[in-house]
């Protein structure tokens, strides 16, 4: 209790923070830019991909399955396995998956919850002309 | 400093009969085999010739008919590993705990997961695995087959795994023994203490540690070795880069691969965002712990602008999947040098508010001067590592003393504090962020151009490597075996805080009650590193760890 | 007072029960709107504008959850202790006048600043006896802690809240607030600033909040409680709260007699009450919030060593000081 007397330099800085703005943003009402970079949901680019499969064997999750489509084998993304490490990116030849910067991907289906070759394409497109919903 | 050859030349010297085989494939490594039982005299050898030595893990690897047993010995800068071998059907072998007392939960941790037994050791019991644990069944053995805990489904979750918070014993004695389970609100981790208290002091603890094993030495073995950079990344959240650097290091030792220069410098920057971000989560921590949430509200406001260079540079604020053997997946833009310049420098303005904060604040130096004392001797008999260490005046740190990555190019400090308490351990940490700041802006602007990665085969060569990184809470030890294929024959890692909770009992006994938080957080546990080793299926309840202060003291007096 | 309609309305609604739960839940929001700002961040704010439903969410939620009795517990006291601490606290409301005239008009008398002294004693002894009763340990020291905590503190509190009624010539509240022509915070300043930091042990408000340490005790006195019962205790907290703040509104500040404009006086009364009792409790919060949690030992030292022989002191500076002053008491 010996120092009592002098005054902390917290009760100086108590002080300016009341007179500050919160630091705290009021999401969802405001959004914070992500960078670009960002890990966020996968794009495939199907005219690239070469159905090698080294996504699926390299993912460290298993969360990678190539299914057949109309004209190739594609891969479907499980993203509730799957930890965005993005090492398929890594190791696709041709460059065929990016990420993308949408986070927002919770739901409460889990059908949403797996990327298709037919949704994969369309959120490709969609976020060609900025569209950045589910 | 001593050279390992000098190690290596000594134990020849004076031991030359029992020495079967000597490797040194890198600077400031060697792999000494001994002949079976002499692993003592090696040791003891070691230890007493050179100063600040100590052992850094024990690795039990299964050979099939031998149990292959790996002391790794420290002698600050290089590692001895001292190899023993002891036949699987009788795994028997003499304890070291006599000649460094600091060794005690590494072969706990051996016998819990392999079956060795330390003959000699004090208390060799269960160190990881749970209590209801079929007997004789050792995850980490190749022959280990994961259906007998099918088959055993009906005796788990017995009594013993049960645990009453602040159950109360022996009311009729002074010394009351008070279990604080792993469900607890305030902590932030689960695991167990059992206390021991007479009135207000604290008598003795034990720690149960393994309530977030998650079996990741055993699953290692299953992936390939990029892949296992990813698993490793995930043993703990706040150290993950350090992890990833440590590991990816042992693979390159393993392989022979030279990694570029800028790789290196892009490993050290955001190693030491890591660092910065990993003490202002323990200051701030600490200042919620110590009932001061002013301080942890405005520590981890300055926090997430750390949190946003990472996510610029790296893709996510937490795991930052940067690192791969080879270098690192992404290349570091001029661009982005001037944000990042620009958040180190306001961060290290903000970091002279908080070190006067922790310095000069009447009410936290009440509750942390004096508080959690660790001597240095004990310190040293124990092993501790990082700011634990430091704060009890070792000087001890990886980065200078077994440099990798940039860190032989870079001048930096390495700050010690001689007061051995709580507070000095703080303090260790607020310097160190101001550090990292200064060798991340001189890294920013020596970073040579160049490729930032190497093309790396999948497979591996036989051999074995040790990789040692400074993590924000101390020593990080890796061990890889490989035995030719794209598969990991053995795993190890030996996270820090394993290496300082042994301490935590030198420290608190004989305290008050009233002072476990201070001096615990002080330790900045992270149980998630430190819990796992080994396949197991375990239901990761988390509980929350912490304890009962002054239960006692009150009941007593009421 | 004739017991009709107008009692009714003023012990229900208002300025009673009605208006004194109301208030007290604005507090509470107020309190963590302040803390959150003081911590440079948002506080409530999605319940409802700017968050003012967020302490009613809280109850609303609280309603709904399973009310849970231990089987070792003893369960009249277990069920009546909040109840009992509830209305205690709102009792001693009746004798603080907020809109000018107590809650039951002309109850007030001589001595009834002793009496809410000894209810809030009485009041805060409920709480420790519903911890006490839930045969948990960690209630069980929680319960201690606060009784060791709050008797020790409570000497000190009753030794500053002599000074008022010394200066002021009375030992009844309302007599007190209306004598403060000039309040008494300026003229024994050392007086309101020791009270201060003395009813914030009493409230168990950082930095003597050890009571409430979720760091150390689980939740201390309030672990087994659960739905209907932790919602009385928690609403009984805040009333506390409140409670403490029109005290020294009552004693130091002058309670809600102030500069009445146009209108009734009855509302202005009420505004000057409001105004004055959130400003009391900015303080309370701005002190709480400049200091680290103290040890259960370090707390005591601090009673016995410090605040005993400095409110001895306090007193008998007031009483020397007295004729000074008395010319500008009312």
Known sequence: MANKLRLPRMIREIASSLLKSPFTREYPKVKVAVPEGFRGRHILYPERCISCGLCERDCPANAIKLVETADKRLPVFHLDLCIFCYQCADSCPRSAIEPSTLFEMSSTKKEELILKPKALISSYKNLLEGDDKK | MTSVEEAVSLLKDKLGSKVIECKTPKPRRAYVLMKSGYHRDAISLLLETFDETGVSTITGTDLGSEIELNYHIRCRGPVVTIKNKVPKEKPQIMTITDLIPGAALYEREVFDLLGVVFQGHPDLKRLILSDDWPEGSYPLRKDWDPQILEKNAHNLGGQSSIVNGGEVEGATSSVVKVIVGPQHPALHEPERFSFKIDGEVVVDVEPRLGYVHRGIEKAAERLMFFQDVHLVERICGICNAAHTICFSQAVESIGNIEIPPKARYLRTIIHELNRIHSHLLLLGVTGFELGYEPLFQYVWRDREPVLDIIEMITGNRLLTAFNTIGGVRRDLKPDIHEKIKKTMNKLKKQMRFYKNIIEEDPSLRLRTRGVGILKPSSAKKLCVVGPVARGSGISMDIRRDDAYAAYDEIPFNVITYEDCDSWARLMVRAEEIVESIDIINYVLDHVPGGPYRVKVPRKQPEGEAVSRVEAPRGELLHYVKSDGSAYPYRVKVRSPTLANIISFREIIRGSYVADIPAALISLDPCFSCTDRMAFVDVNNDRKWHWSLNDIKRLKKRS | MPIDLVFFLRVLIFPGFAFLLAFSLFCDWFERKVRARMQNRMGPSYTGPIGLLQPIADYIKLLTKEDIIPAQASRLLFTVAPVLALSLFVFTFYY???????????????????????????????????????????????????????????????????????????????????????????????????????????????????????????????????????????????????????????????????????????????????????????????????????????????????????SLLALALTIVCEPLLSPLVG
Not at chain 3, 104 to 127: R, Y
Not at chain 3, 222 to 227: A, K, N, R, Y
Not at chain 3, 290 to 307: E, T
């Open chain 3, 96 to 310: 603080i006048p907020i809109d000018g005239l107590n809650i039951i008009p002309n109850s007030s008398f001589e001595g009834d600043l002793i009496l809410v002294l000894v209810l809030i004693t009485i009041a805060e002894f409920t709480m420790f006896l519903s911890g006490w009763s839930s045969t948990n340990p960690y209630s069980g020291i929680g319960a201690t802690r606060v009784l060791t905590q709050f008797l020790g503190y409570d000497i000190p509190l009753i030794v500053f809240a002599i000074g008022p009624a010394f200066l002021s010539g009375s030992l009844s509240m309302a007599t007190i607030a209306k004598k403060q022509t000039v309040p008494f915070v300026a003229l024994t300043p050392w007086t309101f600033i020791l009270f201060l930091i003395t009813l914030q042990a009493e409230l168990g408000k950082d930095p003597f909040d050890i009571p409430h340490a979720e760091t150390e005790i689980v939740a201390g006195y309030v672990t087994e409680f659960s739905g209907r019962k932790l919602a009385f205790i928690e609403i009984a907290k805040d009333i506390q709260v409140v409670l403490g703040a029109a005290l020294v509104t009552v004693l130091f500040l002058g309670g809600p007699y102030g500069p009445v404009l146009l209108g009734p006086s009855a509302i202005w009364y009420t505004f000057w009450f409001i105004v004055k009792v959130l400003a009391v409790i900015f303080l309370l919060e701005y002190v709480g919030s400049v200091a680290a949690r103290l040890r259960i030992d370090q707390v005591v030292k601090a009673n016995w060593r410090l605040m005993m022989p400095i």
